[in-house]
């Protein structure tokens, strides 16, 4: 089970940090990732971070601003989200997947099994 918090509301150029848990799995098995999805939109891609925790990957539209990590110590993955955006006003999703390769960034939907309820980030211009 994947549980996230920390949205809220925020003024452009404001920085929030989103938290995601897994429960009752083994987390270091797991690559990591976040999605975003507003409105009337499809679902994207955010951010995603490997088992191992040494390789991220990113979108062009939040690269420099937005930041994953892990602590498999507290089975959590963080999304640090810095300068935010109007444009970055959405659900923001965890998403999970059990991975052969240690040092692999998933950045498709389709990699990803396992998806946590969203959280709400709402970024007023």
């Known amino acids: 089970q994947l549980q996230a918090s920390g949205g809220g509301l925020v003024q452009a150029g404001e920085s929030l940090r989103l938290r995601c848990v897994l429960s009752g799995r083994s987390f270091s098995s797991f690559a990591l990732g976040w999605f975003r999805q507003a409105p009337g939109k499809e679902r994207e891609f955010v951010a995603g971070i490997s088992r191992d925790g040494l390789n991220t990957n990113y979108p062009d539209s939040v690269r420099g601003r937005f930041t994953i990590s892990r602590d498999n110590a507290e089975n959590t993955t963080y999304l640090q989200m810095n300068s935010l955006k109007f444009d970055d006003t959405a659900g923001y999703y965890c998403?999970?997947?059990?991975?052969?390769?240690?040092?692999?960034?998933?950045?498709?939907?389709?990699?990803?099994?396992?998806w946590g309820q969203g959280t709400l980030v709402t970024v007023s211009s």
């Open positions: 998403a999970a997947r059990i991975s052969g390769s240690t040092n692999t960034a998933y950045f498709t939907r389709e990699a990803y099994r396992f």
